[in-house]
C-alpha cells in the first residue's frame, strides 16, 4: 500500500480540509462582562468554555476484561479498564457540558496489546479482502473520537495493517513527525481543526497536533526502515504550530505519544528524545494544552512554562488501558476582535466509578466472545504450576521456559549453518507477575499472559564479555541494598530509578551472582558457562526479543551485534508452537537455579 498514497503538503489538510463546525449548546458556559474603558465607557467582553476529552494507550481494551485470566479485569487498587467504560464517561460529559462544546481525542497506542487487538491484527486479520473492521476502530467511532495520534505500538504489525485501521475510523489519526523516508513529506495527516460555535454565534478554532514517538525508527524497524522516518516532536511542533495559528487557530492542542520525563529508552541511538512531551511545551511557543501518552502512568494536571512566551502549558496523561479519562477544561475570552485563551485546567475521572456502555459491549460482543473461545483452547498439559510472583527477584521455572523454548528454536534453526558451534544462550524478563501456567491444562491464554507483547526472535552474536557488560547493565535494576541490614523486602529491591520490569533481563545458559550491595557496574560475579569461569573472548548466540535487539533498553552491544537468524512469528506463537507440538511442559526439563541474589556474597533469599 503505498505511504504517499496522500498528498498533503499543498493539499486540502493545510489549507483547512478536517475542519468541523458545530453549533454550541445551551449548557455552555458563556457570560458577558463589562470592562472599563479608558474614558469610563464600559465594553462587553464575551467568554466561552468548551471541554476536551482525552484518552491514551489503550491498547486494544474494549471491555472491561482481562483476556489473560478470563475474568474481568481488577488489580489491586480495582481500576477497571475500556472503551465501553470511557464511553459512559464522555456520555456523561457531553451530557453535562452540551456534546458540541467537547472534543474527544486520543494520544496513541491503540491497536496492540489484548488478545482482542491481536486476533484482528493476525488470526484473523482485517487486511484479508474480506476481513473483518477492527473491533477498535467500530468503538472508537461509535464513542465518537474527534482525532487520535499514532502510537509507536501501530506499527507493530506492519504498515498494512495501520492503513486498513486508518480507512476504518470516522477520525483522522495525526503524526506530524510520520513522514515519507524519501520525500519527508507527511504520510499521515499532521493535524485537524475542530470549529466549536459559542452561543454567541462566533466560531472558536482548535487545532490538535499530532506527535508521534521517534523509537518507532528503533522498535519497528522491520516495518518502517526505507519507509517512513520519524522526526523529533520539538523540531515538528515548531515547525506546525506557527502554521496552525497562521491558519486561525484560536486554541492549539498537541496529541503527543510521548512521556514527560525528557529520558530516552534507546540512549544516544537517536538524536531525538523519547519522552520530549515537557520539551514540546517549554520550548515551542503556541501550544496551549498537550494530551501526553505513551509512559503509562497517571499525571491528572501538570503545568510547565514555555521558556519564549512565558505562558504556562497545561499537561495530563490519563492512566492507560482506559482506566481514566482527562478532561480539559478551556475558557476563552474575545479580545480585541480575536479569542484569546484566559485558563486552562485538568483533571481526570475515573473509569471504575461507571458502568460499561451496553451501547458498545454490545456492538462488538460477537467479537469478544469469538475471541475469548480462541484463548481458552487447550494446547497442551503441565506437569506442574510455575507462576512469576517471585521472577523478578529469584531464578524460576516460568522465566527459565520462555529462554529454554527460545534456545531450543535458535539452535534447530543455526543447525548446518556457520553459526551452529557458537553456545545458545537466551534472555527473558518478568512482563508480568501475576502470569501463571497452571498445572494440568495449557491454554493460548496462559502463554499471552506470559509473553503478552508481540516480540519476535532474533539471534545475535556476542562475546563472553559482551555478555558481562550485558547482565550489569541489566543488574542496575536492583536498589543497592548494604549486607548485615537484616531481611530483605523483595518489593522494595527491585525498579531502581524507575526502570521497569521488562527492562530487568536473566539470562539462561550461564550461571552468576547479582551482589546487589554493590554499586551498579559491579554487581556481576561468579559468571560461570559450562562450570568454568566466562571465557571473554568465547562467542555465543544470544537468543533475543526484537525489542531488546533492536536497541530498546539501550542494552550495551546487542544492537550492533551481527544477527545470523531471525523469525518474524511472535515468541508467544512460538511458545504456543511448541507446546502444541511436545504436548507437554515439563519444568525438570529445563529449570535451573542459576542465578541469584547476594549481598557481599551472602545468598539475599
Known amino acids: 500500500m503505498s505511504l504517499d498514497r496522500r498528498k498533503f503538503l499543498g493539499s486540502s489538510v493545510v489549507t483547512g480540509a ?97 488478545q482482542l487487538a491481536y486476533y484482528y491484527a493476525k488470526v484473523d486479520p482485517i487486511t484479508d479482502p474480506d476481513g473483518p473492521v477492527h473491533p477498535m476502530a467500530r468503538a472508537m467511532n461509535a464513542v ?76 519497528d524497524k522491520a516495518h518502517v526502515q526505507g519507509k517512513l522516518a520519524f522526526p523529533g516532536l520539538v523540531e515538528q511542533a515548531a515547525k506546525w504550530v506557527p502554521k496552525l495559528r497562521s491558519m486561525g487557530a484560536d486554541v492549539v492542542f498537541v496529541a503527543a505519544h510521548s512521556g514527560m520525563s525528557g529520558t530516552s529508552s534507546y540512549g544516544d541511538q537517536l538524536p531525538y528524545v523519547e519522552n520530549a512531551a515537557v520539551l514540546v511545551a517549554e520550548q515551542v511557543p503556541g501550544i496551549d494544552a498537550v494530551l501526553v501518552g505513551h509512559a503509562h502512568v497517571e499525571v491528572p494536571e501538570r503545568r510547565v ?22 478532561l480539559f477544561d478551556v475558557v476563552v475570552e474575545w479580545r480585541r476582535g480575536r479569542w484569546e485563551v484566559g485558563s486552562v485546567g485538568s483533571r481526570v475521572l475515573n473509569a471504575n466509578a461507571v458502568a460499561e456502555d451496553a451501547r458498545i459491549t454490545g456492538l462488538l460482543r460477537a467479537e469478544h466472545r469469538k475471541v475469548v473461545a480462541y484463548v481458552n483452547r487447550v494446547i497442551g498439559r503441565s506437569k506442574a504450576e510455575m507462576t512469576a510472583a517471585e521472577a523478578p527477584v529469584k531464578d524460576t521455572p516460568i522465566l527459565d521456559f520462555i529462554a529454554w523454548v527460545q534456545a531450543e528454536v535458535v539452535r534447530k534453526a543455526l543447525a548446518g549453518s556457520a553459526s551452529a558451534s557458537f553456545p545458545v544462550l537466551s534472555q527473558a524478563s518478568c512482563f508480568s507477575r501475576t502470569a501463571r501456567v497452571p498445572e494440568g491444562d495449557v491454554t ?34 536492583y536498589v543497592r541494598t548494604p549486607a548485615g541490614g537484616g531481611p530483605v523486602d523483595p518489593s522494595k529491591v527491585t525498579n531502581a530509578d524507575g ?77 504456543i508452537g511448541w507446546v502444541q507440538e511436545t504436548g507437554e511442559i515439563d519444568p525438570a526439563a529445563f529449570a535451573a537455579a542459576d542465578w541469584k541474589l547476594t549481598r557481599d556474597g551472602v545468598p539475599v533469599f
Open 18 to 114: 478536517g475542519v468541523a463546525l458545530a453549533g454550541g449548546a445551551p449548557a455552555a458556559e458563556a457570560a458577558e462582562v463589562r470592562e472599563q474603558g479608558g474614558r469610563g465607557h464600559g465594553h462587553r467582553r464575551e467568554r466561552y468554555a468548551f471541554t476536551v476529552m482525552g484518552t491514551t494507550d489503550l491498547h486494544g481494551n474494549v471491555f472491561n476484561w482481562d483476556y489473560a485470566t478470563d475474568a474481568e479485569f481488577d488489580d489491586a487498587a480495582h481500576n477497571d479498564v475500556g472503551l465501553a467504560k470511557i464511553s459512559t464517561l464522555v456520555t456523561q460529559v457531553r451530557q453535562e457540558k452540551g456534546r458540541h462544546n467537547t472534543l474527544l481525542i486520543d494520544a496513541g497506542d491503540t491497536i496492540q496489546g489484548t
Open 144 to 219: 465518537g473520537y474527534d482525532a487520535a495520534a499514532l502510537g509507536n505500538h501501530e506499527f507493530n504489525y506492519g504498515i498494512p495493517v495501520l492503513r486498513k485501521f486508518e480507512e476504518s475510523c470516522d477520525f483522522p489519526l495525526l503524526g506530524a513527525n510520520a513522514v515519507d523516508a524519501r520525500s519527508l513529506r507527511p504520510a499521515f495527516r499532521p493535524y485537524v481543526l475542530k470549529r466549536l460555535r459559542s452561543p454567541h454565534g462566533r466560531v472558536v478554532t482548535v487545532a490538535v497536533l499530532g506527535l508521534t514517538n521517534p523509537g518507532i525508527a528503533i522498535w
Open 305 to 326: 512554562r514555555n521558556k519564549q512566551s512565558g505562558r504556562e502549558v497545561v499537561l495530563s496523561e490519563p492512566l492507560k488501558w482506559g482506566q481514566r479519562l482527562t
Open 444 to 477: 493460548i491464554r496462559s502463554m499471552a499472559a506470559l509473553y503478552p507483547f508481540d516480540n519476535t526472535l532474533e539471534a545475535r552474536v556476542l562475546t563472553g564479555a559482551q555478555v558481562r557488560a550485558y547482565l550489569e547493565f541489566s543488574a542496575r535494576y
Open 499 to 575: 526502570i521497569p520490569d521488562y527492562n530487568y533481563d536473566m539470562v539462561y545458559g550461564v550461571s552468576y551472582e547479582v551482589d546487589i550491595a554493590k554499586p551498579a557496574g559491579q554487581r556481576i560475579g561468579k559468571l560461570m558457562f559450562d562450570g568454568k569461569p566466562l571465557d571473554d573472548a568465547a562467542r555465543f548466540v544470544l537468543a533475543v526479543n526484537n525489542y531488546r535487539a533492536s536497541g530498546g533498553g539501550n542494552f550495551p552491544h546487542v544492537a550492533a551485534a551481527e544477527q545470523v537468524w531471525s523469525t518474524s512469528d511472535e515468541i508467544r506463537n512460538v511458545m
